[in-house]
């Protein structure tokens, strides 16, 4: 009988984003509307990204929900809000299994994709 190899390959990992800096400010820079009316949005959106990325999830169906609800929220706020290279500078820093160091981008889009593949 032959013997089988397995590769373990260590999940990538990320730091804390804080949305409450950057997003309210952008809002009263260029909406006709009030930063303290979407705060606990806001708030909401740090805690889910806190839940599922940071903190690794519970590995049920419990864990996806809330990665789903983050990718969900990514999604509909880079319609939105134009977080990527030129406009809302949040930067997304993530630890890559093969590479060292943080790896970083400013792109929600590419941190759906990433989100995605993980």
């Known amino acids: 009988m ?14 804390s984003v804080d949305f409450q800096e ?3 400010r952008f809002i ?3 909406y006709d509307d009030e930063p303290s009316k979407f705060m606990d949005a806001i708030k909401e959106l ?3 990204r806190e839940a ?3 903190k690794s999830p519970d ?3 419990t864990g996806l929900d809330l990665i789903i609800r ?5 999604v509909a706020i880079e319609n ?11 930067k997304f820093n993530w630890n890559d299994a093969f590479q060292t160091g943080f790896i970083g981008s400013k792109s929600a889009s590419l941190v759906s994709g990433i989100m995605i593949s993980s």
């Open 70 to 74: 983050y990718y969900d929220q990514l």
């Open 80 to 90: 939105k809000l134009p977080i990527s290279e030129g406009q809302i500078h949040i």
């Open 52 to 54: 599922c990325v940071v």
């Open 59 to 61: 590995r049920h169906e």
């Open 28 to 30: 009263a820079n260029n």
């Open 22 to 24: 950057k997003l309210p």
């Open 46 to 48: 740090n805690g889910l």
């Open 2 to 15: 032959a013997s089988q190899s397995l590769l373990a390959v260590p999940p990538k990992s990320t730091k």
